[in-house]
């Protein structure tokens, strides 16, 4: 079903609003390669990103590249990542990654929404964080926070993420859809967050159709 034009036009709107209160629209993972970033990522599943800011220095030291990190003892790995949660499914995850990224791509993250997905443990929203950041190609990056925000403004009435990135990919022009997701999750993150949203000082306050939003005072 077309998207209606005043739809578009209130989406772009909003992140016309977000992008003067949020001006650096910047991925809080810390690294310096998208191989880092993919790990990085990978680790951010129900964990903080200042948690796995703590974690990676001592992780991309002893495992700089997909080649070494392949060959990790799971065990070891396992005690380096412990505190970002769900540690044995995720060094399991980031030892076959690495071993899928040295076979079929030479040790090379790949540019290409369909490559980065094929490698285990990647999904759509860290293949997105990848793509636009690392390669500035167009993606949405759909995380609990983007998921959150997108349906109290009323973006969208979607919970699956997929469902949620096309009608976000619907609403926005191509250029707006890293630099827009981003602005929405870190909406999320610091304003718009689950529990006692700060809707006092929320720049998109008259745009938000969630029916649980507070009063500003």
Request: aromatic letters at 6%.
């Amino acid at each position: 079903m077309p998207v209606k034009s005043d739809a578009k036009a209130r989406a772009r709107r909003i992140i016309s609003i977000l992008r003067r209160s949020i001006v650096e629209a910047v991925v809080e993972l810390q690294h310096r390669t998208p191989f880092e970033l993919l790990v990085a990522t990978i680790l951010s599943a129900q964990c903080t990103d200042e948690r796995v800011n703590s974690v990676t220095p001592a992780l991309f030291k002893k495992y700089p590249s997909p080649e070494q990190l392949a060959k990790a003892k799971l065990s070891n790995l396992e005690i380096i990542i412990h505190s970002t949660g769900f540690y044995r499914s995720k060094a399991n995850s980031l030892i076959r990654c690495s071993q899928e990224l040295v076979k079929e791509f030479n040790g090379r993250v790949p540019a290409t929404i369909e490559e980065l997905t094929s490698l285990h443990g990647i999904g759509r929203k860290t293949a997105n964080v990848i793509l636009a950041t690392c390669f500035q190609k167009p993606g949405i990056i759909v995380d609990t926070h983007v998921k959150r925000v997108a349906n109290r403004l009323g973006l969208t009435t979607q919970s699956d993420p997929t469902k949620i990135e096309y009608d976000l990919q619907a609403l926005l022009p191509q250029k707006d859809w890293a630099s827009g997701s981003q602005r929405l999750l870190l909406h999320g993150r610091y304003v718009c967050v689950a529990r006692a949203p700060k809707c006092s000082p929320c720049a998109i306050y008259g745009e938000c159709h969630w029916k649980g939003k507070l009063s500003q005072t």
